[in-house]
């Protein structure tokens, strides 16, 4: 989970513009993670969440309230969100 400034900046550093931020939530300090993203997954989180508001300026597809999102994808997984559905598959796993 990212809860110091430090591991953000790390994660911020490794995050490639197009990829799906998987985070157990999302708030004003990982806005740079939020632009890179091309799609938002979160743990928890609602319709007014941050995740869910942000995404829908930024235009992408987001997923809040999963419980286990972070709990299921590791970084470097490849996956697809449907946001119609609500449903983030695994396609390939990096490990």
């Given at each position: 989970m990212l809860t110091d400034m430090?591991?953000?900046?790390?994660?911020?550093?490794?995050m490639k513009k197009?990829?799906?931020l998987v985070a157990h939530s999302t708030t004003?300090?990982?806005?740079?993670?939020?632009d890179l993203a091309a799609g938002i997954v979160t743990d928890q989180g609602?319709?007014?969440?941050?995740?869910?508001?942000?995404s829908r300026e930024l235009n992408i597809p987001c997923i809040v309230a999963t419980g286990i999102?972070?709990?299921i994808f590791k970084d470097g997984d490849i996956i697809e969100l449907d946001a119609d559905t609500g449903v983030a598959t695994r396609?390939?796993?990096?490990n």
């Open positions: 430090a591991h953000v900046k790390e994660v911020v550093d490794r197009g990829n799906i004003p300090e990982l806005m740079k993670l939020c609602g319709m007014l969440s941050h995740a869910a508001i942000v999102t972070t709990q396609i390939l796993s990096d």
